[in-house]
T-cell receptor, first 111, second 114 residues
Framework: TQLLEQSPQFLSIQEGENLTVYCNSS?????LQWYRQEPGEGPVLLVT?????EVKKLKRLTFQFGDARKDSSLHITAAQPGDTGLYLC???????????FGSGTRLLVRP | EPEVTQTPSHQVTQMGQEVILRCVPI?????FYWYRQILGQKVEFLVS????????KSEIFDDQFSVERPDGSNFTLKIRSTKLEDSAMYFC????????????FGPGTRLTVT
């Protein structure tokens, strides 16, 4: 069974600080997707990384896929209150394209 | 921008009743999924659908569950006899094709079984 461990579960930081969220697994994934989910809504896709070692940037957010495609990180530079929310990583299983989700990181950025 | 839509947004039903959750995936997408999220828990995979048939289903997706693509646009999830533990947010997702990995989620249907 493929599992994704996401850490930390909760993060409370001051506006302007940097942070990193991690997703780790012992399994290889075809791709790794990062989502943001607001309460009562569906996950909204932020980025997909496919190639081992790939780095993608979305404004102040930097996403990296591990060389072995077993782990990924999300780094936010100079966090803002608007970044507050639940961030989910999801690995795509090789065989069926289904997504295996991490448990999420709830981020609070204090003004 | 195209998006996945789901109806209803909230469904309340009594235990033992049948419910049908509806989804309209993004046009021209080929792969369709249902996931669910019990309050406070992870999003978990239920079933994937491609080329008018189920390609994979999880252990959760037992004989009480079924999916259908009755026409070119709708994708439905039916629960034949609901249980209290079926209460959850149900999300539909679609994916363009084999070479494109992105899955786009709908806003979800909150199912409450009383």
């Amino acid at each position: 069974t493929q599992l994704l461990e996401q850490s930390p579960q909760f993060l409370s930081i001051q506006e302007g600080e940097n942070l990193t969220v991690y997703c780790n697994s012992s399994s290889v994934f075809s791709s790794l997707q990062w989502y943001r989910q607001e309460p009562g809504e569906g996950p909204v896709l932020l980025v997909t990384v496919v190639t081992g070692g790939e780095v993608k940037k979305l404004k102040r957010l930097t996403f990296q896929f591990g060389d072995a495609r077993k782990d990924s990180s999300l780094h936010i530079t100079a966090a803002q209150p608007g970044d507050t929310g639940l961030y989910l990583c999801a690995g795509e299983a090789d065989s069926s394209y289904k997504l295996i989700f991490g448990s999420g990181t709830r981020l609070l950025v204090r003004p | 921008e195209p998006e996945v839509t789901q109806t209803p947004s909230h469904q309340v039903t009594q235990m033992g009743q049948e419910v049908i959750l509806r989804c309209v995936p993004i046009s021209n997408h080929l792969y369709f999924y249902w996931y669910r999220q019990i309050l406070g828990q992870k999003v978990e995979f239920l079933v994937s659908f491609y080329n008018n048939e189920i390609s994979e289903k999880s252990e959760i997706f037992d004989d009480q569950f079924s999916v259908e693509r009755p026409d070119g646009s709708n994708f439905t999830l039916k629960i034949r006899s609901t249980k209290l533990e079926d209460s959850a947010m149900y999300f539909c997702a679609s994916r363009p094709g084999q070479r494109l990995h992105e899955q786009y989620f709908g806003p979800g249907t909150r199912l409450t079984v009383t």
